[in-house]
């Protein structure tokens, strides 16, 4: 049996609704606009945390856009590749936003968007570069480890190549080092599809 809050339980409808409004947190709000914002480090908690709303999102509507806003430096390479892979799972498009900045897994998922969907704010910044990696213990370790970190770095140029339409050996040279791209930059690389600028206002007529 559901409970109801003694408190609103004599309310009106609309001023329990007010009331319940008023109660949520600003991540619920916006959740209830289907907007998703991923700030800082992507790692395990934050993954999962994206991947539940994108799931809860689609169950409550597999039709409508989801939108990803994205102002990370990146992190764990298994996390941002879980919400990434949701991200092409999911029968909803998910159009992409980079605020501030969106390095390394940040511009992976911003550029993992649905096409035509993935955009910038003007002053933002991308950067992309391969992924790091620290290997020790034995010999054996030592390589087992160095040919993942190989692999990984190709799964995440290929992905790149993907989504920018850029050719593989392109994005192989472009990511030996941070590379960083301005808004406009990201669009003419493919990262994004438009910078989006706020419309100059009309002058007024005297």
């Known amino acids: 049996m559901r409970m109801t809050d003694p408190r609103t339980s004599y309310m009106p409808l ?3 609704d007010y009331t319940a409004q008023r109660q949520m947190t600003v991540g619920d709000l916006l959740l209830d606009n289907r907007i998703i914002f991923l700030d800082g480090p992507i790692h395990d908690g934050s993954a999962n945390l994206v991947v539940m709303k994108m799931l809860f999102l689609q169950s409550e509507n597999r039709h409508q856009d989801i939108h990803l806003y994205v102002n990370s430096p990146g992190g764990s390479v298994t996390a941002t590749l879980a919400i990434y892979d949701i991200m092409q799972f999911i029968e909803c498009d998910v159009a992409t ?19 035509g969907k993935r955009f910038a704010l003007r002053h933002s910044k991308m950067m992309i570069h391969q992924p790091y990696g620290q290997v020790g213990g034995q010999v054996s370790d030592i390589e087992i480890q160095a040919k993942d970190i190989i692999a990984t770095r190709e799964l995440l140029n290929q992905i790149l190549a993907e989504h920018t339409g850029q050719p593989m050996e392109r994005i192989a040279k472009d990511t030996q ?22 419309p100059a206002k009309e002058k007024k007529k005297s």
Do not use: K
């Open 177 to 198: 080092r941070d590379h960083y791209l301005t808004s406009a930059d990201a669009r003419s690389y493919g990262l994004v599809d438009e910078v989006l600028e706020r």
């Open 14 to 16: 609309a001023a329990r």
């Open 97 to 115: 936003y980079c605020v501030g900045l969106a390095a390394s897994g940040g511009a992976v998922l911003v550029a993992g968007g649905t096409a």
